[in-house]
């Protein structure tokens, strides 16, 4: 399954565990109490971090495409590499050893 099928998956999930809390809130009442807002309130922050997911995912996604660089079959000017060593050999002007 793709991302963005999982999200979805998730999302009715949690669709589920909200209709189920809240008939579980009809059936208990003010009994509950705290135990039932705190179940709520973490039934609610998954929702909330569920939909940020899915935020930064379709981000991803539209950042994902690179940008295609084009790089020439000319060489290179001999210029831009006069004030560089020989990589291994050491200075232009000095023996390597």
Not at 6 to 30: A, H, I, K, P
Not at 41 to 62: C, I, K, M, P
Request: charged share 35%; hydrophobic share 30%.
């Amino acid at each position: 399954m793709s991302v963005h099928d999982e999200l979805t998956s998730v999302q009715r999930c949690l669709d589920d565990l909200s209709r189920s809390v809240s008939r579980l809130e009809q059936q208990l009442g003010s009994s509950a109490g705290l135990d039932m807002r705190r179940v709520r309130t973490d039934a609610d922050h998954l929702r909330e971090s569920v939909s940020l997911l899915r935020e930064a995912t379709s981000a991803q996604g539209a950042q994902r495409k690179p940008e295609l660089v084009t790089i020439p079959d000319t060489p290179y000017d001999d210029s831009l590499w006069v004030d560089i060593d020989d990589e291994g050999l050491g200075a232009r002007d000095r023996r390597a050893p």
